[in-house]
């Protein structure tokens, strides 16, 4: 029997299977094709609402799953946390429940809690997309990670893929172990170990606080942004410090092997996390993460709401 | 069915004070509890297959009243109470305002007096709105009748003040009942700090955050000659500390809640918010190490914490969800289920959790069935099988993550000074 | 409850295909001035049927083989949300610039006409064709839609309730067509 995806919610790569993962990344193959169309638009979505409820600031995620509605023909609708009844102590259930009301079929969800979007998904009939919970998940954010990986490797399987940062406090980071360890990839976390946890080793993945360690070998190497505020609540002790013993810079890019790929979620710190002549280096595919994110962000549109509000 | 003299008929009676295990009966007469051939004109009540014991006493209730009676009442607490076969709670003291004066325990006694269904045994506030930063009035509140001394929900963060409180209490001989936390350990924490926070991404509450503050407080015990009482014990070391410091003979307990011996960290995947309670849910390990303190003696006491909260306060984001469950008719069946019907604890062993070993905390003598002493009985089947329905609870509260948990133990009927203030099946009045 | 009756067997459907293939290989005859055009199969059944026409109209045609399209229009159907399940998007492949061309559409089955529409709208995406033809195996008769075939192998009449499904060797392992009833929690790609 021929797989067919089922699902009405994205919430989590943990939830999905290899096979779904494989469905998704397949499915955007073909969805990023529509983007290098002169016509480049379908009308998957044709007469379908999307909310993107974004209680969280982000451009980055928003302008991409914004762009991927517009080329599938959705109409749509932006809710962001200013603008919302949030601030008017109105309960997140009942402010989504009143967007839902509106006879909205899908709803494109960032939030600041781990589960948030979980916990509505529980409650509403309309599909929930996660663009972001907490330090919990990001899955479209690894996806296209993941795509860009397979596109430019060819496969997953068998890969060493390295990630560095604030893996404790990073949802694309736990997004993309989850998606990676599916896909039968080795996964190495790197950073001090305040920023690291050593738990992970549970998981099948190798924890490691010495940056050339986890470089060598690499084919893949996904450096987080990381956040300024860390470094105030006593993580590590200054960004400086940071940068020269966990920052991908020209001489640690040595380690790597040559054909590696360097990759960031963006927004980047340049010369904190990642130094700027590796960035915009010929190992870099930090703008085709880009445009893949628009072709995975496509595909999660059309195939959670093609599976229907029923 | 409050007829004041009757006799409890072909019972086992389970009297850990008095070292009984035997069937026999138990006469009650006037609220006193009377030799049966002493009752005169008595009704017999047949409790033949039930267990009888001394009424169970919860060192760790949190009624809500005053302040958010939207979650429960000193009424309807207390009546969930009796229904879980306690005759006595005692009341934590972080209501709003917190039972810091004695004008507050005077409230809380009265209401209870003329609302109450079973004993409520107030406990004073250690420091003053339990700010943690000025020593509140002990010795009034001593007078005014406090069994005990507690700043649930916060831990004295500040170890100097911390010592004198605790001498402080000592000199009146009050107990400290200490919800042991270092406040910055446990910052913007929602949850255990383990594997599943790690993989949730969800802040965690070190274990270390409990264990710090269990060394401090035997510490200190030691320093001071205080009674200092651990609340909610959940991490494996913090029972080690215990065990050691009660091996040296230091006048110090620790209490466990069914939550913590059912349940563990795993449980927040789903985001239920009913798993979000604090101290959290630790891991597997957290809980061997408690049923094993329970078993050879260390934890002397099975605490509810019975938390109640509304359902509105609790659908919510679980970071944004007060902690917190309701425990109070559901701790018996649980922990009979748990640890009797499992085989790692006797049926008198557990029965002592509930009565001696609280007892023993407040210093309370008669917590047992004697002749002479006030008929506080809880009768109670220990085989009926069934699932927990939170719809049947009387408690105001439906925060509990045991609906439909499957259990063996059922109270029967609740005695209260010789009164009868629950029974199973319930019967219109 | 997959009550079945096989209505054609391979051999009625090698003899179908020949003569769309006459009718093709007749009016795209290199020598007419219309000799460049291209078939464009409708994924799933319509692709195999398009490698054979193709096969089949070079071979009447002197060996000039039209271009070859593969089109799935998963993007373009009017019943997302509807279905329970989503089989996979296969790859749209067009070899060719679709401005001007000459196409002919291929499908299996002509049923409602509501792939057809699909179809009509993905191929227009992608530019501007001169003109636009329909070849289906099955004509059953009953389009819902103003969309007629215009080269069709086969036609049945059977009941609305009822639905006919091909079987390509290439795919299924068999040449067969057969009217099966209607099972609405596995609709495949191409219900008409």
Redesign the interface.
Known sequence: MEFRWHRKDLLSL?DLSREEIEYILDTAEEFKKVSERNVKKVPALRGKTVVNFFVEPSTRTRISFELAEQRLSADIINVAVDASSLKKGE???DTVRNIEARQVDLLVMR??????Q??IAQNVRCGVINAGD????HPTQALLDIFTIRQRKGRVAGLNVTIVGDI????VA?SNIWGLLKLGARVTLAGPATLV?R??E??GVRVCHNLRDALRAADVVNLLRIQHERQTAGFFPSVNEYARFFGLNQETFQYLRPDALVMHPGPINRDVELDSAVADGPNSVILEQVTNGLAVRMAVLFLVAGCGNK | MNSSNFILKGGRVIDPARGIDRVMDIGVADGIITAPEAVGNPEIIDVSGLVVTPGLIDLHVHLRQPGNTAAETIATGTMAAAAGGFTAIVAMPNTTPAADTPGAIEYLRQTAARQGVVRVLPCGCLTRNRAGKEMAGIGGLHSAGVVALSDDGGCIQDHALMRHVAEYAHSFGLPILDHCEDAFLAANGVMHE??WS?????NGIASASEELMVARDIILSRLTGARIHVQHVSARESVELIRQARRQGLPVTGEATPHHIALTDECIKT?DTNYKMNPPLRSEADRQALIAGLADGTITVIATDHAPHTA?AK??????APFGIIGLETALPITLTLLVHSGILSLPDLIAKFTTGPAEVLGLDHCDLAEGHPADITVFDPDCAYEIDPSTFHSKARNTPFGGMKVRGRVRRTIVGGRTVYRYPEQAS | MTEQKQLFDAAAIAAAIARMADAIAAEFHPDSGNGEFALIGIYKQGVPLAERLLEAVAERNGGCRPELAKLDISMYRDDVGLRSGLPLIRETVIPFNMENKRVILVDDVLSSGRSIRAALDAVTDYGRPALIRLAVLVDRGMPEYPIRADYVGLRVDVPADRKIRVDFKENDGIDAIREVSWQRDAVPQNTD
């Open positions: 943990y309960t997140l259930l939030h600041r809690a781990t589960g948030a979980n916990f907490g330090a919990h998940s404790l406090h990073s949802r736990r946890p738990e992970f549970k998981i | 383990g594997e790690v993989l949730l991404g969800m985001y509105t659908l919510v984001e679980f970071d944004d």
